[in-house]
């Protein structure tokens, strides 16, 4: 089994910045493309930023510029550096892995979630 466990949420004010990170543990083989989710009350869960094994990433229209997401082979480690916050990003983010334990199989995984609050 993998586990993943979020850590860095919280209050911050219009234009603060949080880092949200995702350990990964257990027995793992490899981490493949891992990502961030976000999902805010009454709305669709969506991609925030994406990063796959050869460290290519992808990025929310709405968040490009301003979040940047990087990896940690070596700490079984995601982040997600958040700039510039406004209002429209709080909700709920989750991250989530593919990986392969020692039994190769691909499989995916998903955090606790943490919770960001922008204020105005």
């Known amino acids: 089994q993998v586990h993943l466990v979020e850590s860095g949420g919280g209050l911050v004010q219009a234009g603060g910045s949080l880092r949200l990170s995702c350990a990964a543990s257990?027995?793992?083989?490899?981490?493949?493309?891992m990502g961030w989710y976000r999902q805010a009350p009454g709305k669709q869960r969506e991609l925030v930023a994406a990063?796959?094994?050869?460290?290519?990433?992808s990025y929310l229209d709405s968040v490009k510029g301003r979040f940047t997401i990087s990896r940690d082979n070596a700490k079984n480690t995601v982040y997600l550096q958040m700039n510039s916050l406004k209002p429209e990003d709080t909700a709920i983010y989750y991250c989530?892995?593919?990986?392969?334990?020692?039994?190769?199989?691909?499989?995916?995984?998903w955090g606790q979630g943490t919770q960001v609050t922008v204020s105005s």
């Open positions: 989530n892995c593919n990986a392969q334990s020692l039994d190769r199989l691909r499989r995916d995984y």
């Open positions: 257990g027995t793992i083989f490899r981490l493949n493309a």
């Open positions: 990063i796959s094994s050869g460290d290519s990433t």
